[in-house]
């Protein structure tokens, strides 16, 4: 596979159609979507990847940092300020994370929190409706650039709801006008015990750790690694993330997986691994 995305090929293929559109036609057609998943699938990854096998920008907004233009905060236009520096016409996909902290309908009294998630969800909408933005710029003013080259991925973990459908957005509460302009979800699943054992196998992580000790047994490594995952997959909340903490954990004590006492360590050019 040309993108190194490991388990979540049926959606990377239907992902990679929208973003080879959305380049071909210079931008003239914007696919825009919803990704949903469990945390540590892979959608942040899977679209950091494509963007850059598509040589497009990239850039990712955290949506429950969001708060409502004209309150104290992060607003969506400081968040979406960096699309003025990329500049040139590239097309630029536009990752928006947490989308499902802005629904809280059912979820919580509080009014004010109600109040500002809507309205960040209403100016989403008006930024998908128009060709132009106004971002934080300079000195604290505004200023308008152009969106026809950006191409946004709303995406959420949803609860870990699986097969989520534009019916149960609606009942999450995502406005009808939102879901008229990215009419498109498409769910990542959980990874599989295959998928994790693959992504240890290719890890550049694991592979800079060996480069860095002496004495290591690299099966052995990568046997110990997916031991513990096998034996921990239905608890795994973190997904493949999990893997990059093991694998610091792994080395940094001395190849257990136990909540121990780091040993002391000096760092030099090459490490003994006991």
């Not at 992902?15 to 080879?20: G, L």
């Not at 497009?56 to 949506?63: K, P």
């Not at 191409?151 to 009942?171: C, K, Q, S, Y």
């Not at 009419?183 to 959980?190: E, I, K, R, S, T």
Request: aromatic share 10%.
């Amino acid at each position: 596979m040309k993108h190194a995305i490991i388990g979540q090929d049926l959606v990377v293929e239907e992902v990679s159609k929208i973003v080879n559109i959305f380049k071909t036609s210079q931008c003239e057609i914007k696919p825009h979507f919803i990704l949903t998943g469990p945390s540590g699938s892979g959608k942040t990854h899977i679209i950091q990847n494509l963007a850059r096998e598509f040589d497009l920008g990239f850039i990712e907004v955290n949506a429950a940092q969001l708060t409502k233009e004209g309150t104290s905060g992060n607003s969506l236009s400081k968040a979406l300020s960096p699309l003025s520096q990329l500049g040139g016409g590239k097309p630029v996909i536009c990752f928006v994370d947490e989308f499902d902290k802005l629904f809280i309908s059912g979820n919580s009294n509080d009014s004010c929190a109600h109040e500002s998630t809507t309205g960040v969800q209403n100016e989403f909408l008006k930024v998908l409706e128009s060709n132009t933005a106004s971002v934080f710029g300079d000195y604290g003013k505004y200023i308008n650039i152009s969106i026809k080259n950006v191409l946004f991925v709303f995406a959420g973990a949803f609860n870990g709801e699986e097969d989520i459908t534009i019916d149960r957005l609606r009942e999450i509460g995502i406005k009808t006008e939102f879901l008229g302009r990215v009419g498109l979800v498409y769910n990542v699943q959980p990874l599989k015990l295959e998928a994790l054992y693959k992504i240890i196998d290719n890890s550049p992580l694991l592979s800079k750790y060996i480069s860095l000790f002496e004495g290591i047994d690299e099966a052995k490594a990568k046997d110990d690694l997916k031991g513990y995952i096998t034996k921990n997959y239905e608890l795994n909340t973190l997904g493949a993330r999990l893997i990059h903490t093991l694998i610091h954990q792994y080395f940094i004590k001395g190849g257990k997986l136990e909540d121990e006492e780091i040993k002391e360590m000096s760092f030099q050019r090459r490490l003994s691994f006991v």
